[in-house]
């Protein structure tokens, strides 16, 4: 469905055409991790590699049909610095499909920042956890749909519990902080979070699939979208993820090493999903 989206540059609200999909069709959304202003990849947070310039990056996926970009500054929370805006801004004036950018959003302003360099949405984590009425104060400010809440949850033991449970960690997955991440993620979708970016810490990075029952139970009690991350090495795992009931599949290593094109997964999921291609 056509629908108009706006891109904050320079203090103006500039409205663009894009393809929104529907509640029906499934989102195929490329992950940049940046440390220093290069794009990196690891194994569950740790042992990064480079995989060259954001913006040279995400210029290719978009190209190649990609619905989506997530930035994600990885050492800005534990670094406890802003966003690097130089490369959304570089990005922003190439790429013209929705780009979410997440790590050192801690107040309205910095949202207001990353808003006005290009960004179109804003993932939150560790300041949420902090603060959770940052995610109230940015979605009444720039609205629900531009608040992306940024889970990173790990499995954990609970002594007589029934079944798994899951730990939100923060801080680029180095500190715990015995939160259960379901309650987490219904407690911040009362406080406007218009998305949740859902990561497995203990699949990041191994290519062995994603964590479906986190997925399916996170989709099942989540009334907004839910995209799957961490863990995608095949073309099946994305289809997996996506039974959950997840509305995008988020992927990284599978891009950068090229396992896979954008086209090459929207090819094998389009038979079974609707997916937008253009």
Known sequence: ???LQGRRRLGEYVLRATIEPTG??????????VAAGRVVKGVQFKNLTDHGDPT???ARYAAEGADEIVFLDITAAPERRDT???WVRRTAEQVFIPLSVGGGVRSVNDGRKLLLAGADKLGINTAAVAEPELLTRLAERFGSQCVV???DAKRREVSGAQGPSWEVV???????TGLDALEWI????ERGAGEILLTSIDSDGMQSGYDLELLRRASALSPVPVIASGGAGALEHLAEALDTGAAAVLAASIFHQSTYSIGAVKEYLGRRYPIRVG
């Open 1 to 3: 469905m056509a629908a």
């Open 56 to 58: 040279e990056a995400a």
């Open 149 to 151: 809440l940024s889970v």
């Open 84 to 86: 690097d805006l130089d």
């Open 186 to 189: 219904e407690a911040g979708i």
């Open 170 to 176: 923060t801080h680029g997955g180095r500190t715990p």
């Open 24 to 33: 029906l069709t499934r989102r195929i959304i490329p992950c940049l991790d």
